[in-house]
Nanobody, 117 residues
């Protein structure tokens, strides 16, 4: 089993910044990808950013140029630096890891990010 521990969520004013962290622990044999999804009330969960083995990254269209994903492979930790946040981005942010030969997906419990106007 893989456990994901998220931190860094909270309340921030519009235009502000937050940094999320997610550390993976447990029976990790190989991590293929790490990233973040978010889900706002009444909306579907969607990709924010992902980091793949080999260094490739992918971002949701809405966050291009404002958010940056990074990884510390030695610590099995992924970070999300979020800048210029706006109130529409209030959501629960979920850490995501794809690991193992079969590419199984694991999810964190979610961390609330609230952006006030």
């Amino acid at each position: 089993q893989v456990q994901l521990g998220e931190s860094g969520g909270g309340l921030v004013q519009a235009g502000g910044s937050l940094r999320l962290s997610c550390a993976a622990s447990g029976s990790i044999f190989s991590i293929n990808a790490m990233g973040w999804y978010r889900q706002a009330p009444g909306k579907q969960r969607g990709l924010v950013a992902a980091s793949f083995s080999g260094g490739r990254t992918s971002y949701g269209d809405a966050v291009q140029g404002r958010f940056t994903i990074s990884r510390d492979n030695a610590k099995n930790t992924v970070y999300l630096q979020m800048n210029s946040l706006n109130p529409d981005e209030t959501a629960v942010f979920y850490c995501w890891v794809r690991a193992g030969i079969q590419g199984r997906d694991y999810w964190g419990q979610g961390t609330q990010v609230t952006v006030s106007s």
